[in-house]
């Protein structure tokens, strides 16, 4: 299954149903899931429960991270670092053989089946 991440309310659920829909576009056989932490509201799972096969919530998993070399730094990544490891949720979908985690600010350009095998 191809897995991403809506985490920290709504805000990156745009993002997740371009990912989908870049999946759809390239015609990838496998299952698309989306996890979702518990501030991710109604409204939004049901849109992402239109493009994707599953939509899992997952627990935070939160881990306090080296401060950063620069300003600049500190203000791009302070508010969601910590809690970037809940990505390896994923682990734990063990209803699928294989996951593939894609950021939920990518977009597939080409079919990438071929990385499951």
């Known amino acids: 299954a191809w897995v991403t991440l809506v985490m920290l309310g709504d805000g990156y659920a745009a993002g ?8 759809r576009m390239v015609q990838t ?6 996890m979702v932490t518990p501030d991710v509201t ?3 799972r049901r849109h992402l429960r239109v493009v ?6 997952v627990p935070y998993i939160r881990q306090k991270c080296r401060l ?3 300003p600049d730094q500190s203000r791009m990544y302070n508010d969601w670092i910590e809690f970037s490891f809940t990505k390896w949720n994923c682990l734990n979908l063990v ?8 950021d939920a600010d990518m977009v597939v350009k080409v079919n990438s089946d071929d990385l499951f095998e």
């Open 68 to 70: 950063f070399l620069s």
């Open 29 to 34: 056989k496998h299952d698309l899931v989306c």
């Open 16 to 23: 997740a149903l371009a990912v989908a829909h870049s999946l």
């Open 42 to 44: 109604n409204p939004t």
């Open 95 to 102: 209803q699928y053989e294989r996951v593939m985690f894609i």
């Open 52 to 57: 994707y096969d599953d939509v899992i919530e």
